[in-house]
């Protein structure tokens, strides 16, 4: 689709009562229905999450992990959800090497030891029953995504390009269930009506039996039997034995406001290490996507990702010294670096691979509570085995653990891999009140996303709407973390290019078409116009006004009402 165009503008939406934003217009529509029929932000956020399983299964789905960060209007807290699973217990490094697995040696993509346990499913019904509004069922909540999983519905076109792009990895020889998700053997194309009958049980039977439906009874057998036939070890007490966890949140100041932040296993703490090496900088005099800005940006975030690499890991397993990695004193030594004005060189540690393709949505309702929520099978369809039955793809989040024997997140039994999927969330340093819900979707762009998008309203003054349209840089390309180079999305300007070139960096772009995609796809609602900076912005930013904002590099759309 080289001739995908970006030629359309957006307003952000503002509304009083409520709103959502999505990658997909089906899943807004849904979320703002499940508001007005009494849900609050979390029982939105989870049947947008069925939804997406069901419009854009070539990025999500319940075979995949989800995370959420829950902003609480009545305490003004802020908590997070980890709804990542964990490796089979007889996955053994010395199995692995038995097998003649390695670090210079990978099991493939698609492989059963890169199925790690689905967490989504579990993360869908404990968020509901921690944070919902118990207006709702869990039937209620996931029936608009079985009546569209079982009628059928018109595949969008961003949807349908990725849809294609992974439509191969369904026909392998082994993977008898594969055509479930495409039409006569083909993806489905733009514009197109697909059903997905058997998903649409799958969501049957979770609405009515909860986590039980599906880590015990049918699909869990159908799990475990796909698995296996693909060289997996995982085992019914796997998938029996799955918890999500209710964890403290991470965060840092920033000029007065604080971003939130998934602790490790997730990798939000690149963002917050970044911001904590920009802040002494006067970025609002270099301009948005200069030379120098972006310059510094890049710096900020390699330095955020040379700890991140190697010290992001599972926490049960393995001691993460966040209290030093996140404070103001470790990012002025860090800032040290940033000294010559040139490209720093070999700063990475890690030795991870990671993919872009995620949904991140994010839902607000009437009491001022707010969801901001991520769903992610991995790479596309993930590991792309789909169990007999079942409608979904498993994930292949075990990719995503080192197979060296000294790294920090190396693969064991029972352990969480390096997380890519990560919400964020923004509150007032001094009251506590809500700023912003939102996120940035898309492998080792996302804590990318999340600095750029933040920045590009505070320091810049844009709406939420405006920040998600500016062009974007991304270090490396997505799949890997890779500093050895910088992509640049179109848009961005042609002396800021040549800037940045002059500067030590190597530079691929602009990137234009749907190549574009590489930038990730984001979503967000702010309280209020805390970006405003004119002198009459005041009563307006103590107003309780949502404005909205939706990716133009995604198929879908904000909705308030």
């Known amino acids: 689709m080289s001739d995908l165009q970006y030629n359309s503008r957006r307003s952000a939406v503002v509304c009083c009562n409520g709103c959502v934003a999505s990658s997909?217009?089906?899943?807004?529509?849904?979320?703002t229905d499940i508001l007005k029929a009494g849900g609050n932000a979390a029982d939105a956020a989870v049947a947008m999450a069925a939804v997406l399983n069901v419009t854009e299964p070539c990025s999500t789905g319940i075979g995949g992990d989800a995370f959420c960060l829950f902003y609480d209007a009545k305490s003004k807290q802020v908590k997070a959800v980890n709804g990542s699973g964990r490796a089979p217990a007889a996955l053994t490094l010395d199995l692995l090497h038995k097998q003649g697995f390695s670090s210079s040696s990978p099991f493939p993509v698609q492989h059963g030891h890169a199925v790690t346990v689905p967490g989504a499913a579990a993360a869908w019904v404990d968020t509901v029953d921690r944070f919902g509004s118990g207006k709702l069922s869990l039937t209620q909540i996931l029936q608009p995504a079985v009546d569209l999983a079982e009628n059928g519905y018109p595949v969008q076109q961003i949807t349908a390009l990725l849809w294609n792009k992974g439509a191969e990895s369904l026909l392998t020889p082994k993977n008898d269930h594969g055509r479930d998700l495409l039409v006569n053997g083909r993806a489905p194309t733009y514009g197109e009506v697909i059903r997905l009958p058997y998903l649409a049980q799958t969501f049957r039977e979770l609405g009515t039996h909860g986590k039980k439906g599906f880590y015990e009874g049918r699909i869990a057998k159908a799990i475990v039997a796909a698995v296996e036939k693909f060289g997996g070890v995982m085992t019914a007490d796997d998938l029996q034995n799955h918890v999500t966890t209710f964890e403290d949140p991470i965060s840092t100041d920033y000029r007065g406001y604080r971003l939130w932040e998934i602790p490790p296993n997730g990798h939000g703490m690149a963002a917050l290490i970044a911001l904590n090496v920009l802040e002494t900088y006067d970025l609002k005099q270099l301009g948005a996507n200069s030379a120098e800005y972006l310059h510094l940006v890049i710096e900020a975030l390699k330095l955020g990702f040379s700890d991140t690499t190697w010290y992001c890991a599972d926490p049960t397993k393995v001691d993460v010294p966040l209290s030093t990695l996140l404070s103001k004193e470790y990012a002025t030594k860090r800032r040290q670096l940033v000294t010559n004005n040139r490209a720093m060189k070999n700063v990475q540690k890690g030795d991870l691979n990671i993919g872009p393709d995620t949904v991140y949505f994010t839902t607000a309702?009437?009491?001022?509570?707010?969801?901001?929520?991520?769903?992610s099978n991995f790479m596309g369809f993930g590991s792309a085995i789909v169990p007999e039955g079942c409608g979904f793809t498993l994930q292949n989040r075990g990719s995503g653990f080192s197979l060296d024997t000294v790294h920090p997140n190396v693969i064991a039994p029972g352990k969480r891999p390096y997380h890519t999927i990560i919400p964020a969330m923004v509150t007032d340093s001094n009251t506590g009140d809500l700023v912003m819900s939102y996120g940035v979707m898309g492998g080792y762009m996302q804590p990318q996303g999340h600095v750029q998008v933040l920045l590009n309203m505070?320091?810049?003054?844009?709406?939420?709407?405006?920040a998600l349209d500016q062009p974007r840089i991304c270090i490396g390309g997505g799949?890997?973390?890779?500093?050895?180079?910088?992509?640049?999305e179109d848009g961005i300007p042609t002396e800021a290019v040549e800037g940045l070139v002059d500067k030590g960096h190597s530079v691929r772009g602009p990137l234009v078409a749907a190549d574009r995609t590489l930038f990730g796809k984001g979503q967000a609602i702010a309280v209020g116009n805390f970006w405003d900076q004119s002198d009459n912005s005041a009563q307006r930013k103590a107003e309780c006004i949502y404005w909205c904002g939706s990716d133009p590099r995604a198929d879908g759309l904000a909705i308030g009402f």
């Open 458 to 466: 505070l320091e810049f003054g844009m709406n939420p709407q405006q």
């Open 365 to 375: 309702d009437s009491e001022g509570n707010a969801c901001s929520f991520i769903n």
């Open 479 to 488: 799949y890997g973390y890779d500093e050895s180079y910088v992509s640049v």
């Open 24 to 31: 997909q217009p089906l899943a807004s529509q849904v979320g």
